[in-house]
């Protein structure tokens, strides 16, 4: 991995690479630049993901909220829903955000699936946004949450986790 800059989840490829990872994720927590979670299955008290606050604009109350990774079993699951309530919840209610974007890359229709079913909108594609490690030139889906959007999605959220649950 590149010093600094540890690498994403979905390329760990040895155990110093998780490690790595997640001193990266804590000297963010510890410099208040992201807020970084590991995603526990209450069943069996396991770490089954992660998921992050990060590039946040104080002076906007804007943050994005990605980073998130579950492992295969977890996917499609109540915990994601979960998850992102209690993220959403934090960002609309304790942080007083305006807004809360996620961004994926236009390639990952499974990614673009699981936040429209949380009931983000789509606000378009960002074309040429981010080179990625390999040297692609990725664009990105925007989506985003907004406090005007938040009292529907709230109510949307907590349907859907009655729903599974039942």
């Known amino acids: 991995s590149r010093p600094g800059k540890s690498p994403t989840p979905s390329l760990l490829a040895s155990k110093n690479d998780l ?40 002076e906007h109350k804007r943050l994005e909220l990605g980073k998130t990774w579950l492992g295969a079993p977890y996917r499609r699951t109540r915990i994601n829903t979960a998850a992102k309530y209690l993220m959403l919840n ?23 699936r699981a936040i429209e079913r949380l009931g983000a909108v789509r606000d378009g594609v960002l074309r040429c946004h981010t080179i990625m490690r390999n040297g692609f030139v990725r664009d990105t889906v925007n989506y985003s949450f907004t406090m005007r959007d938040w009292p529907a999605t709230k109510a949307f959220l907590l349907k859907l986790l009655e729903e599974r649950t039942s």
């Open 90 to 112: 934090h960002a609309f209610e304790v942080i007083l955000a305006n807004r809360v974007e996620l961004n994926t890359d236009t390639r990952n229709v499974r990614s673009q």
């Open 19 to 58: 490690q790595d990872w997640i001193g990266v994720a804590m000297d963010a927590n510890r410099r208040g630049v992201e807020m970084n979670f590991t995603i526990i299955d209450e069943a069996s008290q396991s770490a089954v993901g992660t998921t992050s606050f990060y590039r946040v604009v104080p």
